[in-house]
């Protein structure tokens, strides 16, 4: 079976630079980040981002050979931090439902806190070339995943139905992704509540109203 780095041999061109290229990568993938997500990825160009950072449209060159490459390593380095951030957390608790609201608020406080990079792969890594696109969506399926677990896990013994799995998880999934294109995450509500919000609903905790299927029809 053929490694990330078989199929995506860019990933060790980016590694063998020395400690100094390495820096001027992450300078070039933050500043380029901001670029695509101002303008528009279609729109931006390499040239954009090499006048940001400040270095001629050729010496761009030297790191990066396609913008989509750059947008590539943008999405990649992205994933790797979440993953690695979240499987880290969730290792720090045990009941099933702190882990439950640990996944929801690490994905809600990515809006605030990742604010560009968490925007850039829900809109723009369409626009990625099929070997990048599928690394990425790979990285995607590793968070559900995560949560497939962690929703079996909260079942218990009723988890052995896979089809209530699926449902559950990817019910959760759409309440935690759907908030990027409305959300604000520096506006009256804060991030906390939110997760708060979506985990009170998943649970089932919010007692406001009757559902319309349990009221008496007059």
């Known amino acids: 079976m053929k490694t990330v780095k078989d199929r995506v041999p860019e990933l060790e061109k980016f590694e063998a630079f020395t400690e100094k290229g390495q820096k001027k990568i992450a300078e070039i993938c933050q500043s380029a980040a901001r670029v695509f997500y101002e303008k528009g990825f279609l729109s931006a160009t390499l040239a954009d981002i090499a006048s940001v950072v400040g270095l001629t449209k050729g010496a761009i060159f030297h790191y990066f050979s396609t913008k989509e490459e750059l947008l590539f390593l943008i999405l990649y380095r992205y994933y790797e931090y979440a993953l690695s951030h979240m499987k880290k957390e969730l290792q720090s608790h ?117 559902p319309p299927f349990n009221r008496k029809v007059s």
């Open 94 to 210: 045990q009941s099933p439902r702190d882990r439950i609201f640990i996944y929801i608020r690490i994905f809600i406080m990515g809006y605030k806190d990742r604010q560009i990079e968490s925007r850039l792969a829900m809109n723009e890594r369409i626009h990625l070339p099929q070997n990048y696109l599928g690394v990425i969506k790979e990285k995607e399926r590793e968070f559900v995943d995560i949560l497939r677990a962690l929703v079996a896990d909260l079942l218990g013994k009723k988890g052995k139905n896979p089809t209530q799995i699926t449902l559950l998880t990817y019910s959760l999934l759409g309440m935690v992704t759907w908030p990027y294109r409305w959300f604000d995450p520096n506006g009256k509500s804060s991030p906390e509540d939110l997760a708060r919000t979506i985990y009170k609903i998943f649970i089932g905790d919010l007692n406001i109203f009757t």
